[in-house]
């Protein structure tokens, strides 16, 4: 990985992620693994798909670099208040146009900022959508799962819309969340990890600057963990003693965000966005396949995990009527 700031090596890097992205599926089946894939050895292999890198590079420079701008002529010209900018929102952008970078390399560069802007986005977005589709696709699949969701939510809160408040009251929709994150991790692998020096793990051998990349799925479908992994099972989160810490501080069982000092800084805000827009699809449709087809539960390796052929479902409006919920 080039250091933060330093001219980019052709390896993963903050200046030129999209360009240079060095997630790998190689496959592992055995644990936390290890693998340096260099950016500019391959390079000569993969003419194509460099020039589709870079082209896409610069469509995404183009796309969000004249939003950055528009915001630094914003903050420019206003006059500040308090909460720093002068709209009075404190946006994402402005915390990092305002980031001093260690050991003096003064403040992020316009590259820098893109690719901030659009890891974001995407780690925002293609996570909680593919998990969401995933969680769809089990209701299709498991009605009985479904209908027991569908009455934990008439139970406990009746006949208005489910908010973000009740998901704390709702033990068995935070289980199929967790079965679902764990069945249908949306990553395979965490991000690309650097090591700042030279050192071992697990016997391996770790090169200052190598890229490390940990496939953490293993993990969710190791018999030795889960009694029956492979089977889509909400109820193993609800048995006593059965307690799973997702941010792994307890105990690590599952890893879909990661854990530690790198773990998704928006793991609350995304369990509760699946969270609530599964328990507001249940409460207002009945999911299920559509004549005389089976989903198909094969899966392909995108940004993240995505079903290979996207869900086709039934939907049908439940008969109760829902009131509005006031904003
Ligand atoms: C189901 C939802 C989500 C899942 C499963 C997920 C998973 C992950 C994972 C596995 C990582 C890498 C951790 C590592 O490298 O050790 C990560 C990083 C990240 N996630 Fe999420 N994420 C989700 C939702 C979100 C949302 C909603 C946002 C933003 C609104 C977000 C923003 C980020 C960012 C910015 C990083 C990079 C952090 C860094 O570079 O240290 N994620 N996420």
Redesign the pocket.
């Known amino acids: 990985m080039a250091p933060y700031g330093a001219p980019c090596d052709g390896t993963w890097c903050l200046k030129c992620s999209a360009s240079h992205g060095s997630r790998t599926s190689a496959g592992f089946d055995n644990g936390p693994s290890t693998v340096s894939f260099r950016g500019s050895r391959t390079r000569p292999f993969f003419a194509r798909q460099w020039k589709r890198i870079k082209e896409l590079r610069r469509i995404q420079m183009d796309s969000i670099l004249p939003l950055v701008n528009t915001r630094r002529a914003v903050l420019k010209a206003g006059a500040h208040t308090q909460a720093g900018s002068p709209d009075g929102a404190h946006a994402y952008i402005d915390s990092l146009m305002n980031l001093e970078l260690p050991e003096g390399r003064g403040k992020p560069t316009d590259e820098e900022l893109v690719t901030l802007c659009s890891?974001?986005l995407t780690?925002?977005?293609d996570?909680?959508s593919?998990?969401l589709e995933w969680a769809m696709l089990r209701m299709v699949m498991h009605q009985d799962i479904q209908e027991t969701l569908y009455q934990e939510i008439c139970d406990v809160v009746g006949d208005r819309k489910v908010e973000g408040k009740d998901i704390e009251n709702l033990p068995y929709l935070n289980a199929v969340v967790k079965e679902t994150?764990r069945r249908h991790?949306?990553?395979h692998f965490?991000?690309s990890?650097a090591v700042t020096q030279d050192c071992q793990l697990r016997g391996y051998d770790i090169p200052y600057k190598a890229n490390v990349e940990?496939y953490?799925a293993w993990m969710s479908f190791d018999p030795k963990i889960w009694p029956d992994p492979m089977t889509f099972n909400p109820r193993r989160f609800l048995d006593p003693g059965n307690e799973v810490d997702i941010t792994g501080n307890k105990q690590v069982k599952m890893?879909?965000?990661?854990?530690?000092r790198?773990?998704?800084?928006?793991?609350g805000?995304?369990?509760l966005?699946?969270n609530l827009i599964l328990a507001r699809m249940v409460q207002e449709f009945h999911w299920s396949c559509r004549d005389g087809e089976t989903p198909d539960i094969s899966e392909k390796f995108a940004f993240t995990v995505i079903m290979k052929n996207p869900l086709q479902a039934s939907i049908k409006k439940r008969s109760r009527t829902l009131m509005e919920v006031k904003p």
């Open positions: 890891e974001l780690a925002g977005t996570t909680t593919t998990a994150l991790p949306p990553g965490v991000l990890h940990f953490t890893m879909p965000f990661g854990v530690g790198r773990i998704c800084p928006a793991l805000l995304g369990t966005h699946i």
